[in-house]
């Protein structure tokens, strides 16, 4: 049976015509000709969709008038789905958005931007640095000097990644960004906790628990060469720390896994673990 008429017996229990089926295939047939992912791109488009509709919204909150428990709620969302935009450039260095490298650079070029005015290049290659030289000399997120001391680990991190060009573009751009708001007489207060700290936040997030906890070195030293341990919290507490960055070690033994299927990973190495010892 072909495709095109497997689409006209279903649809919602219902037949679906040729004409609505002569639309859908054409697009998927397109998708699979250029090896995208479809699920990746939902997942790439839904994150950045999120953030744009919570920060359009939460620009309108009159925060004078609005509970703290929510304030502090829409910080939080915000927090998290600014994360989710690093995390969506992230995997587009990987390569793993759409499986195509132009679509995955364009995607990771922009969510790069909106995360912090970030060169998606220079991302990149200190990224893949990372996982080439993991807490060495060669690896620019890792502090040689200081790598007991998480605050000075974050200041040498974050000095590293908003030296020279790269802080003159962030400063600009936030300028220009935060005055234009404010001519579209948008609240400061607002600018401030639902734009501003939310990038602050969500630095800390990710280096706590992308690079502070899984790199950092203990007294039984590391497995493998990749230098990483897994934090072991449950899926969902590991997807909202982190989007399951926790699962550190799984992201370097694979790297061309998707953030959303680090877990499922992790439980089938756990299992089989389980079964050796038993």
Not at 61 to 78: A, K, Q
Not at 85 to 91: D, G, K, P, R, S
Not at 225 to 252: D, K, Q, T, V
Request: aromatic fraction near 16%; charged fraction near 15%; charge should be positive.
């Amino acid at each position: 049976m072909s495709c095109l008429n497997y689409f006209s017996k279903f649809h919602h229990g219902k037949h679906l015509s040729f004409s609505m089926a002569e639309k859908i295939i054409p697009c998927i047939e397109r998708c699979k000709s250029l090896n995208i992912s479809l699920s990746g791109l939902a997942v790439a488009v839904f994150i950045i969709f999120s953030w744009g509709a919570t920060l359009a919204v939460s620009l309108k909150i009159d925060v004078s008038h609005t509970s703290v428990v929510l304030v502090g709620f829409t910080v939080l969302l915000r927090t998290f789905l600014h994360t989710g935009l690093f995390v969506t450039a992230h995997e587009a260095i990987h390569g793993v958005i759409t499986r195509n490298r132009s679509i995955d650079d364009v995607i990771g070029s922009v969510t790069a931007i909106l995360y912090a005015f970030l060169l998606y290049q220079k991302l990149a290659k200190n990224h893949r640095l990372h996982h080439r030289f993991p807490t060495s000399e060669g690896d620019p997120d890792f502090c040689q000097d200081n790598p007991q001391n998480p605050f000075l680990w974050y200041v040498s991190f974050m000095r590293r990644y908003q030296d020279g060009k790269q802080f003159s573009i962030l400063f600009w751009g936030m300028t220009v960004v935060f005055w234009g708001l404010m001519l579209l007489h948008v609240p400061t207060e607002n600018l401030i906790l639902f734009l501003v700290l939310p990038i602050f936040l969500s630095s800390l997030q990710l280096f706590w628990f992308g690079i502070y906890l899984p790199h950092r070195p203990l007294s039984q030293g590391y497995r493998d060469r990749h230098c990483a341990r897994s934090i072991p919290y449950p899926p969902f507490w590991s997807l909202l720390s982190c989007y399951n960055f926790g699962y550190h070690w799984e992201h370097h033994q694979y790297p061309n896994l998707a953030w959303y299927q680090l877990a499922s990973v992790r439980a089938e190495n756990t299992n089989s673990f389980l079964r050796e010892v038993r």
